[in-house]
Structure formats: structure tokens, C-alpha cells
T-cell receptor, first 118, second 107 residues
Framework: ETGVTQSPTHLIKTRGQQVTLRCSSQ?????VSWYQQALGQGPQFIFQ???????GRGNFPPRFSGLQFPNYSSELNVNALELDDSALYLC?????????????????FGEGSRLTVL | GQNIDQPTEMTATEGAIVQINCTYQ??????LFWYQQHAGEAPTFLSY????GLEEKGRFSSFLSRSKGYSYLLLKELQMKDSASYLC????????FGTGTRLLVSP
């Protein structure tokens, strides 16, 4: 148990819809990172939030957006869903890094939210 | 971008030793992590290297050579439960995962 919880665990959407995924980070962790993992692939970095600000972004279009709240929980929003968005979405929290740094320590992953887009 | 290369798949037998290699481009390197991921589960942390050399942790060891952009994860006395994907993750300005190495341990 990492202390990182994600919801929902599974969901099915249709093309064009919007989805919000949620993540509660481990106590004391102020950095949350989101990853997309397609079947048989490694996790792909979407973005990271540090103290409620986006602090690094991977190669994902603007329809992938996020938020971090004062309690360090986080949301991932995906608009205009496409079939290729079907994947496991992983949230990971980490110990505080250097101020403003994108690179942090060990990641503690939640169990993920499996999204299927039909 | 930062390319991280790992073999796609490896097989080994119970009780054996296996070495999983990971190479990466060296520019902006800021630490390397290894994670284990069982099918259908989240990745779990195995090891962290930021300085050159070998870090040993029970049956698992991880090695780093920063000048060569090279790391390996060594698994000794393999057990069936070690069948999983092993992910090499490198810290640059952002954290980048390799595609993972699927290890199958057979009896």
C-alpha cells in the first residue's frame, strides 16, 4: 500500500466525451505526477504538479489538463476523448524535491484508473 | 527527447541470475530508478542510483555508469514471483520511463 488512491478504478466513455480522474497523494507529498500507460508499454509522462502549479509537461495535447488542490490531491481532465486515449492512467506522488525542481525522488503510484474509450 | 532503451523481453529459469540493461542519453541526467510492475498492477519502487557504482538490496542490485549512460538491474536466485515488467526511469528535467522489460521466469 502506497497511500496513493485513485478513482474511479475503471470507466468506459465514448469518443468526444470528457473525463475527470482523481488522485489523493500520500501524506506529506506535495508533488503529483500523472502518467498514461498503454497496454504493453511503459508509463508516458503527462505532467507534474508541485504546490498547485504545473511543473513539467510531456508530449500530450492541451486537451489533457490538470489541477492540484491545496491538500495536494489532483485531477486529470481529458476533453474530446479519442479511441487512442484508452489506457491505464497512473498517478504518483513523491517526496518534496528542491524548490521549483521537476525531478523528485521515488514515485509512489496509485493503482491507476483504466479508461476505455469506445 | 530523452531516449531510454531496454530489451523488450527476457526469459530465465528459477534460481538463475538475470541482468536487465538500460541505456539513456546522458545530457541532463539527474538520477535513475528501477521499478517492478506485475501485470495489472501499479509500478513499485526497487532502487535508485545517482552516483556510479553498485547498489545492493537483497536479491536485487542496480548498477550505474553515468559517463556511459548505462545501468543494469541484477536479479539473483530468481523466483517465479519475479515474473513482471521491469521499468527503467531516468530523471532529466522530467521523469522519463523506458518501455519496460518483460521478464518471464520458468520452473
Amino acid at each position: 500500500e502506497t497511500g496513493v488512491t485513485q478513482s474511479p478504478t475503471h470507466l468506459i466513455k465514448t469518443r468526444g466525451q470528457q473525463v475527470t480522474l482523481r488522485c489523493s497523494s500520500q501524506s506529506g507529498h506535495n508533488t503529483v505526477s500523472w502518467y498514461q500507460q498503454a497496454l504493453g508499454q511503459g508509463p508516458q509522462f503527462i505532467f507534474q504538479y508541485y504546490r498547485e502549479e504545473e511543473n513539467g509537461r510531456g508530449n500530450f495535447p492541451p486537451r489533457f489538463s490538470g489541477l492540484q488542490f491545496p491538500n495536494y490531491s489532483s485531477e486529470l481532465n481529458v476533453n474530446a476523448l479519442e479511441l487512442d486515449d484508452s489506457a491505464l492512467y497512473l498517478c504518483a506522488s513523491s517526496l518534496p524535491g528542491l524548490a521549483g525542481a521537476s525531478v523528485t525522488g521515488e514515485l509512489f503510484f496509485g493503482e491507476g484508473s483504466r479508461l476505455t474509450v469506445l | 527527447g530523452q531516449n531510454i532503451d531496454q530489451p523488450t523481453e527476457m526469459t530465465a529459469t528459477e534460481g538463475a541470475i538475470v541482468q536487465i540493461n538500460c541505456t539513456y542519453q546522458t545530457s541532463g541526467f539527474n538520477g535513475l530508478f528501477w521499478y517492478q510492475q506485475h501485470a495489472g498492477e501499479a509500478p513499485t519502487f526497487l532502487s535508485y542510483n545517482v552516483l556510479d557504482g553498485l547498489e545492493e538490496k537483497g536479491r536485487f542490485s542496480s548498477f550505474l555508469s553515468r559517463s556511459k549512460g548505462y545501468s543494469y538491474l541484477l536479479l539473483k536466485e530468481l523466483q517465479m514471483k519475479d515474473s513482471a515488467s521491469y521499468l527503467c526511469e531516468v530523471g532529466f528535467q522530467k521523469l522519463v520511463f523506458g518501455t519496460g522489460t518483460r521478464l518471464l521466469v520458468s520452473p
